[in-house]
């Protein structure tokens, strides 16, 4: 296949200088694929686990407060916080808005820094720190 000279090259990763915008909008895709994938398996251990009595969920639970199980549960309410807030981005830019260099890397930071500071929140909630 011989490529047409007149025809512009396409711009190879390494062209493109890495911001607060591309990285959302891989986080936005990987967010989805993990709570697709381990948040509905998650979903359906812990139904499971509820229909399959008092013992199942028990087991559930304290499987989900070892270490590596806080740290999943972590990462899925991130993902979410993360997945939701970028969503929103990508609605408020759908909508014509907030494509000026400024605007848009200021609302890339504000989805990581939003994800973080609800998922922080959320777990301070889920361990009664407000009480």
Not at 12 to 35: C, D, E, N, Q, Y
Not at 37 to 63: C, H, K, N, P
Not at 67 to 74: A, C, D, E, S
Not at 87 to 113: K, M, P, W
């Amino acid at each position: 296949m011989t490529r047409n000279p007149d025809r512009p090259l396409s711009p190879h990763l390494t062209i493109w200088k890495w911001g607060p915008g591309m990285l959302v909008s891989i986080l936005h895709r990987v967010t989805g694929g993990a709570l697709a994938v381990a948040g509905l398996a998650l979903l359906t251990w812990w139904l499971w686990a509820i229909a399959d009595g008092a013992d199942a969920y028990e087991r559930f639970v304290s499987l989900a407060m070892k270490p590596l199980g806080f740290f999943v549960l972590v990462g899925l309410t991130w993902a979410f916080w993360q997945h939701l807030l970028s969503g929103i981005r990508h609605l408020v830019l759908d909508s014509g808005a907030g494509f000026e260099l400024r605007v848009n890397r200021l609302f890339a930071v504000l989805t990581i820094a939003g994800s973080l500071f609800l998922t922080a929140l959320t777990w301070a909630i889920a361990m009664g720190v407000w009480s």
